[in-house]
């Protein structure tokens, strides 16, 4: 069987006429931080702004749908994978960081050498950041963060393609930022500009050292996972939900949902989607039964589209 799936098509090059086996896909397992999911049609890794609008071209002229993945720390792939086009932003790495605190980011960059560049040049403000692994479109695009404060609060604007490969650029208010969401949905960041403040670095590296020590005493931060399963309901913790349903410790195959935390399903070794997905349905059903709460997923799950 021929599918579309083209192993590190690099978009910044002539677009190939050959297409892989279905043997060559690269499974998004590889790609997401829980290590799930089966390949997607299409995966490129576009180099720049340009190659991303020539893959979003590319993918409209055959009719497909398009995706971006960041870190991959906020999904579950679905084990028969995703249709159509998956776009790695992962190269887009570029970083500026000026004294004065402005700072511009590649989406694909890692948070988590934001966090350390600012960091050694004097700047601080992304204490929300700490502590789990992201890039800084995918955080944009959640408006991750927590108890911390959000990344939301640090933007000044963000460059983002929209479907139609128009360039816009939105300023703080425009991307109206809410509880992990923005108004950036529908478009690819490819760029994201903070106003970072001059901060006292021995305080804020004993802050941000502080918040990796408490999240590491709360969250399952040794083994894979896609951080928290389910949003919080108003005002209640939805770990603590499952945990008191009676679920902490459930196993389905490799996945597991955590004993250290409710709201975390970890892979303790050859988990599949459908193993995730399994305990999230229990985890659903035994909250709703024992609580009458109903819970929202947090994390986002790719699968086909039904043909
Ligand atoms: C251990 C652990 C702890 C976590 N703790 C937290 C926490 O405290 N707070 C929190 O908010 N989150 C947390 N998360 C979840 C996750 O890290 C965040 O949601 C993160 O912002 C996702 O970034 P990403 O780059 O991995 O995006 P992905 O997971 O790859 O993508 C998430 C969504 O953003 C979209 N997206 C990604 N990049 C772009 C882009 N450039 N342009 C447009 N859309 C894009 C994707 O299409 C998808 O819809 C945790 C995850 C883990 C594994």
């Known amino acids: 069987m021929i599918s579309r799936t083209d192993f590190e098509l690099s978009i910044d090059r ?3 006429r050959r297409r892989a086996t279905v043997a060559d896909a690269p499974a998004l397992s590889a790609l997401t931080t829980l290590g799930v999911g089966g390949p997607a049609d299409v995966l490129c890794r576009p180099a720049d702004a340009r190659g ?9 002229a055959e009719g497909s749908r398009w995706r971006v993945i960041g870190r991959g720390s906020n999904l579950v792939v679905d084990d028969a994978g995703v249709d159509g086009w998956v776009l790695d932003l992962r190269r887009l790495r570029a970083l500026v960081v000026q ?7 590649g989406a694909g960059l890692p948070t988590a050498t934001l966090l350390g560049e600012t960091r050694r040049r004097g700047l601080g403000g992304l204490e929300c950041l700490v502590g789990y692994p992201a890039t800084v479109g995918g955080a944009v695009r959640m408006n991750a963060g927590g108890r911390w404060g959000v990344v939301g609060a640090r933007v000044a604007s963000v460059v983002a393609i929209d479907r139609v490969g128009n360039v816009h650029t939105f300023d703080r208010a425009a991307c109206r930022f809410g509880y992990r969401t923005s108004a950036l949905a529908d478009h690819v960041i490819v760029e994201v500009h903070l106003r970072l403040p001059r901060v006292d670095g021995v305080a804020y590296r004993r802050a941000v050292e ?5 999240k590491a005493s709360r969250q399952p931060l040794c083994l894979p996972s896609a951080g928290c399963m389910f949003r919080n309901p108003d005002g209640i913790s939805a770990g603590l939900l499952v945990d008191r349903a009676g679920l902490k410790g459930r196993r389905r195959g490799g996945a597991q949902i955590s004993e250290v935390h409710g709201n975390f399903v970890v892979n303790r070794g050859g ?3 459908s193993d995730v997905l399994g305990l999230v349905d229990d985890a659903r ?4 039964r024992v609580h009458g709460v109903d819970l929202t997923l947090e994390v986002e799950i790719w699968r086909r589209r039904a043909t």
């Open 52 to 60: 991303v609008r020539r893959a979003l071209a590319a993918a409209r």
């Open 271 to 273: 988990a599949t989607a």
């Open 99 to 105: 004294d004065d605190g402005r700072v511009v980011a």
């Open 210 to 214: 502080e918040i990796h020590r408490e």
């Open 14 to 16: 002539p677009l190939p």
């Open 285 to 288: 059903s035994a909250v709703a």
